[in-house]
């Protein structure tokens, strides 16, 4: 038998639902990255910038704060409701904390550290801090319900927790020590600052998967030379430049969240944060994004879909006139697919791009979309970036053809080591994650959405593989949700279905069948379930129905 002829293995491997970005989509992707991060222009104090920090704390985020402290100065770092501060005070502050927590024994290298603290200023030296004392750090959302934290606390062996008043300070995390932040700054304020000998190069930060309200895991962030390249295709699909404020929306415990400090950090640009997440409505979180977006005049408006959403429903809703301060130049969603009526709601306004970009907390950006046409397919994610790939497997894990739906799968050199679970178990060395690769060699992983790609190589998402529902960016269980209220005293029965939500997509719904034993009141219950697995697992309407 001859050899297959070249045309037909090539039309074959065409046709498979497997994708990367061209050689002239990815060198255009990484020249435009350089341009944002002001490479073509200052490049003397890009260098200086990474060389001061690395050369002290590694390439670690330690490394960006210490190394933009050095090269912005007196510039504005961090703007929020609380005292602003500028990029030299944020790495003197972590200077300054890392030297509190080594000189009272707080965190040693190799310490498991849980930071549960509030967006502010103080949050990135708070972290970088403890990355300088040798901790491993795992970024948790202060929103986390109680029942999560507690299982995740025990799954990663958190020996130290860094929270704001009494967050979390119950349930069966015994052995852990809980600290408020407030009294490590007052440490902090009372004594001179001194230069910690850094041990940021053995520390590493966990993110907590986007399945937390499921089984929660984190994920622990790689280190090798590789990622350069889907950050600058980040940096460059943005489409900011050096200098311009930017409104965060996203926590920055969020990978997306995270991603943005730094590149703020990097670029000395201004990051703007909108204040406090306890508003309750729709319209007060919208108000909240709106009145940051024009008291600090920004020119780069970034968010998740669901920030975006509560930003337009507030425009449709009240119709505010020109704002003299409004200079948004371009719109930035991550992490989910943005629906076209938020899109052109937003991009009317200003008549700027909205630019979406989708990734998971396993391989952060994996594609981006930068142009929005008018017959736009709602889930369509956009083209891989430079470093990722995509592909599509069935059920028992083959590649199948382009326009076939399918598991999702990724490979990106921003992929994290692998899954975390409890000490010296199975989990903690990858067994979570099929795609859990040792550093330098990244493996496929499973993104756990459904989707396919099309003749163009753009991906198209369908929904979850899995049994979470997506409300809000945050993936809720029902299953879990179900085994809570059949465990409610004066409950026999439950059923737990979703409902279509105009701002958080999807929501939760309840209908629970009384025994007349102890009464039943839902608005108690949603109290307890918020507090118990989080908000996101509240349920729209929990509907009672009469025993028998």
Not at 28 to 52: E, I, K, Y
Not at 192 to 199: C, I, T
Not at 240 to 255: A, D, F, K, S
Not at 520 to 548: C, F, N, S, Y
């Amino acid at each position: 038998m001859g050899p297959i002829p070249r045309g037909k293995r090539t039309r074959d491997r065409s046709d498979r639902a497997e994708t990367r970005p061209t050689f002239r989509e990815a060198g255009h992707q990484v020249a435009a990255g350089l341009r944002t991060l002001g490479v073509t222009r200052r490049p003397l104090r890009l260098s200086a910038l990474f060389a001061t920090g690395m050369a002290r704390h590694g390439p670690t985020l330690a490394a960006v704060i210490a190394g933009a402290g050095t090269v912005w100065g007196n510039r504005l770092a961090v703007a929020d409701a609380s005292k602003p501060a500028t990029y030299r005070q944020v790495a003197r502050a972590m200077e300054g904390l890392a030297w509190v927590l080594n000189r009272d024994g707080l965190v040693k290298p190799g310490r498991r550290v849980a930071v549960i603290v509030h967006d502010d200023g103080r949050f990135l030296p708070l972290v970088g801090a403890c990355l300088v004392a040798g901790g491993h750090v795992s970024l948790i959302s202060p929103r986390l319900g109680a029942a999560p934290l507690t299982e995740f606390l025990e799954l990663h062996g958190i020996e130290l927790a860094i929270v704001e008043g009494n967050q979390g300070q119950g349930g069966a995390a015994k052995r852990v020590r809980w600290i408020e932040a407030a009294e490590l700054w007052k440490r902090v304020d009372g004594s001179a600052l001194r230069l910690h000998p850094s041990r940021a190069w053995r520390s590493r930060i966990t993110l907590l998967t986007s399945g937390t309200t499921g089984t929660p895991r984190g994920v622990r962030q790689a280190r090798r030379l590789s990622q350069i390249w889907p950050t600058l295709a980040l940096a460059g699909g943005t489409g900011m430049r050096p200098g311009w404020p930017v409104l965060v929306c996203p926590p920055l415990c969020h990978g997306h969240g995270l991603s943005l400090a730094l590149l703020c950090m990097v670029t000395g640009s201004p990051m703007v944060l909108p204040g406090p997440r306890t508003r309750s409505t729709t319209e007060a979180k919208g108000e909240a994004i709106w009145q940051a977006l024009t008291g600090w005049r920004v020119r780069v408006l970034a968010g998740t879909p669901t920030h975006l959403r509560f930003l337009a429903a507030y425009l449709d809703s009240y119709r505010p006139e020109r704002h003299e301060r409004e200079a948004v130049s371009v719109v930035l969603s991550g992490s989910d697919w943005l629906d076209t009526d938020t899109v052109q709601t937003l991009s009317h306004r200003w008549a700027v791009p909205v630019r979406d970009f989708y990734g998971t907390s396993q391989n952060s950006t994996l594609t981006a979309k930068l142009r929005w046409g008018t017959a736009h397919e709602a889930g369509v994610a956009g083209r891989p970036v430079a470093g990722s790939r995509l592909r599509v497997v069935d059920e028992t894990g083959r590649v199948v053809r382009r326009g076939v739906a399918g598991s999702i799968e990724a490979r990106s050199s921003l992929a994290g080591v692998g899954m975390t679970g409890g000490v010296g178990s199975a989990a903690n060395r990858g067994r979570a994650s099929r795609g859990a690769g040792r550093v330098g060699s990244p493996k496929w992983t499973a993104t756990g959405d459904r989707g396919y790609l099309d003749q163009s190589g753009q991906l198209h998402l369908l929904g979850r593989a899995d049994s979470l529902v997506r409300s809000g960016g945050t993936f809720a269980s029902p299953e879990r949700l179900w085994q809570f209220l059949v465990a409610v005293p004066g409950v026999s029965q439950a059923w737990v279905g979703t409902v279509p939500d105009p701002v958080y997509g999807q929501r939760l719904t309840a209908r629970l069948c009384s025994d007349g034993s102890a009464p039943v009141d839902p608005e108690e219950l949603r109290a307890k379930v918020r507090q118990t697995l989080g908000p996101a697992m509240v349920p729209r309407r929990i509907e009672i129905l009469p025993p028998g």
